[in-house]
């Protein structure tokens, strides 16, 4: 599932519900590059690419197990 996620000001807590999906999520940058954020790797480099100012103004993530989906809705509306 692909969703648009904005407004990221609790990087650790996004990230730690990322860590909480059960399969893999992706981050697409506006290039069209892609980061596995269930790895920490993927999850610095990323940071390089879309924080600004220690938030995150908007991201595409894709997300491959409904649940996870969920998870991070819930992370958005409680955030």
Partial sequence: MKMKVMNITDIDKFFGTIDRCEGKVELVTDNGDTYNLKSKLGQFASLTKVC????????????????????????????
């Fill in 52 to 79: 600004f100012n220690g938030k995150i103004p908007v991201v595409e993530l894709v997300t491959y197990c409904p649940s996870d989906a969920g998870k991070i809705m819930n992370y958005m509306m409680n955030s």
